[in-house]
């Protein structure tokens, strides 16, 4: 029997979103270098705020989630009213296709973009625009050439995830004036905080209103499992996308966490400099042993290798060893690696087995 319940067009164009391998059968003492999570793990104290909040769990959340983003603008000097928090910023991703974008419309995001962008665009029923790069690094004049009357939305992680790279604010404002009027700009910040006094594009919203400004907790904060971000956009985007989440989208345990783990500036500072630290290390004894990466402005560096092969033999011996990176063959970087930057015992493993993989490659 042929079912007649079928879903609207572009869903089953989706492909199954994979994560980051989180074991290996067989193998003890893994580590886990693929999902960019930070190895500190959280602040403690938002990890007492987390146990804090267990006593409280018969209670609904709050709906404004107003003292979270009261300590983001505290933090990072904005308009707590401009403010809106998301289970992750996937989930206020999904808002702005949703809200801006349908059949007939088109989005853009370049070719090595968030995997999210072309997920949630099919999901809405607009058209994808994947546009190349420059050496891995966002081509602002291929964006603009290929945006029209269509456009609706344009995406760039900045620092981009898989590459690591980032353009300056100078070509993000290039960008920005030379969008199509009814296009909105979108500023993945997710790794913004690994860059030392970097507001994500914070400052250029004050001026303009067309950008919007998604931030998460999952990376430097390290509370990926709790599904936490936020979004800084123009008034009239937040009563928008106000209007498309729930009135609970966020838990109260994250809630909390958040709040913690906000305040504690100093930590992230800590986890800025350990960060910086060891990608810059790893990089370096990689690149002396002929595995390059571009400079990464993350906390990952993403390694290239002559060819997919090469790739393939490498990532199996780094799993041979207990290390769990991640392949791009998804992000259509099919002879890279993308590998995320562990305490710094796990760093000098990832070199010591690479660099060993690449000495055999010679001989």
Not at 27 to 41: A, D, I, M, R
Not at 63 to 77: C, F, K, P, Q, T
Request: aromatic share 8%; glycine share 10%; charged share 20%.
């Amino acid at each position: 029997m042929t079912s007649k319940i079928t879903p609207r067009p572009g869903i089953m164009d989706i492909e199954l979103y994979v994560g980051g391998k989180g074991h290996l059968d067989g193998v003890e003492n893994v580590v886990k270098l693929s999902s960019n999570e930070n190895p500190l793990g959280p602040s403690p104290k938002a990890i007492a705020a987390y146990r804090e909040e267990s006593k409280y769990l018969n209670i609904y959340p709050s709906s404004d989630h107003g003292d979270l983003r009261d300590a983001i603008a505290h933090v990072h000097e904005l308009d707590a009213s401009r403010i809106i928090c998301g289970n992750g910023s996937d989930e206020i991703i999904t808002f702005l296709t949703q809200a801006f974008a349908g059949e007939g419309d088109e989005v853009v995001f370049t070719e090595h973009g968030f995997l999210m962008y072309k997920v949630c665009t099919l999901a809405a029923g607009a058209t994808p625009v994947v546009v190349q790069e420059t050496n891995r690094t966002t081509d602002v004049d291929a964006i603009l050439a290929a945006c029209n009357e269509n456009t609706k939305l344009v995406f760039i992680a900045n620092p981009n995830n898989p590459t690591g790279t980032m353009i300056d604010a100078a070509e993000v404002v290039r960008l920005a004036d030379g969008l199509p009027d009814q296009t909105l700009l979108v500023l993945d910040g997710a790794y913004a905080e690994f860059v030392d006094g970097f507001d994500g594009g914070a400052s250029l919203i004050d001026q303009r209103d067309n950008i919007i400004m998604t931030r998460t907790f999952s990376k430097i904060y390290g509370l990926g499992g709790l599904r936490l971000g936020w979004a800084y956009a123009p008034q009239r985007i937040i009563d928008i996308l106000g209007r498309m989440r729930g009135p609970f989208n966020v838990n109260s345990a994250a809630l909390a966490a958040g709040l913690a783990a906000m305040n504690d500036q100093e930590y992230v500072d800590t986890c800025r400099i350990e960060n910086a630290k060891w990608r810059d290390w790893l990089a370096s004894e990689l690149g002396n042993a002929g595995v390059p990466s571009d400079a990464s402005f993350a906390n990952f560096i993403l390694v290239r290798f002559s060819s997919e092969t090469e790739a393939d033999n490498a990532n199996t011996a780094l799993q041979q060893n207990g290390l769990l990176v991640r392949a791009v063959k998804g992000y259509n970087l099919p002879n890279c690696l993308r590998i995320t930057i562990g305490k710094g015992i796990d760093c000098k493993r990832v070199a010591s087995v690479l660099i060993t993989f690449k000495q055999g490659q010679s001989t």
